[in-house]
């Protein structure tokens, strides 16, 4: 996935204008509730786009606005444990070789936890296809989010927080 044109149209979900810091962290806070074990939510965009600061909004609403969120650009995964599940926010930027991800124990997240990742493309094949991507770009000023996933399961989960087909 490296541009919009490569989402095909069964799989858009919705195009957010988030126009300051706040929006962003908001989005990421909307998503909150709705997130169960399992989940894979692959952050996508260029170098400051805001993929830490959406993950940042949405760890905050899940555990509190005290809780520090670090981007994990050197450690490559920050784990925070929440009663029904722990959540993996991942930055894959510096991995050297698709392979080693697995040294980081993602099969067992992918299956238990609940799992944030900038940089997905590092990952290569390994990153799995029933997943929710956000794809965040750069706009005058702001950014814009766009929601894609598989049909099926996130269509309907975000449906229920009023995201399916949003559109601005
Ligand atoms: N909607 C927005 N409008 C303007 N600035 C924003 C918005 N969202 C985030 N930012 C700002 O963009 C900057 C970079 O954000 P962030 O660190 O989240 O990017 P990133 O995508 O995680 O970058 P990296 O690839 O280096 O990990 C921060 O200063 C943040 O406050
Ligand atoms: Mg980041």
Same mark, same amino acid.
């Not at 555990?63 to 981007?71: C, R």
């Not at 590092?122 to 049909?151: E, F």
């Given at each position: 996935?490296?541009?919009?044109?490569?989402?095909?149209?069964?799989?858009?979900?919705?195009?957010?204008? =988030?126009?300051?810091?706040?929006?962003?962290?908001?989005?990421?806070?909307?998503?909150?509730?709705? =997130?169960?074990?399992?989940?894979?939510?692959?952050?996508?965009?260029?170098?400051?786009?805001?993929?830490?600061?959406?993950?940042?909004?949405?760890?905050?609403?899940?555990?509190?606005?005290?809780?520090?969120?670090?981007?994990?650009?050197?450690?490559?995964?920050?784990?925070?444990?929440?009663?029904?599940?722990?959540?993996?926010?991942?930055?894959?930027?510096?991995?050297?070789?698709?392979? %080693?991800?697995?040294?980081?124990?993602?099969? %067992?997240?992918?299956?238990?936890?609940?799992? =944030?990742?900038?940089?997905? %493309?590092?990952?290569?094949?390994?990153?799995?296809?029933?997943?929710?991507?956000?794809?965040?770009?750069?706009? %005058?000023?702001?950014?814009?989010?766009?929601?894609?996933?598989?049909?099926?399961?996130?269509?309907?989960?975000?449906?229920?927080?009023?995201?399916?087909?949003?559109?601005?």
């Amino acid at each position: 996935m490296t541009d919009n044109q490569a989402i095909p149209d069964e799989d858009r979900i919705a195009s957010l204008a =988030l126009p300051d810091v706040e929006a962003t962290r908001g989005l990421g806070a909307r998503l909150a509730p709705i =997130l169960r074990s399992g989940d894979i939510i692959a952050l996508w965009g260029d170098l400051g786009a805001g993929k830490s600061t959406l993950a940042r909004g949405l760890v905050q609403a899940a555990m509190g606005d005290d809780i520090e969120v670090p981007s994990p650009t050197f450690t490559l995964v920050q784990i925070y444990e929440l009663p029904d599940y722990d959540l993996w926010h991942m930055d894959l930027y510096r991995l050297d070789d698709a392979e %080693d991800v697995f040294e980081l124990g993602v099969e %067992d997240a992918f299956v238990e936890a609940v799992s =944030l990742i900038e940089w997905p %493309d590092r990952m290569g094949g390994h990153l799995p296809l029933h997943r929710l991507d956000i794809r965040i770009d750069q706009t %005058d000023g702001g950014r814009q989010a766009t929601l894609s996933a598989p049909p099926g399961e996130w269509h309907k989960r975000l449906a229920e927080i009023g995201l399916q087909g949003a559109s601005a």
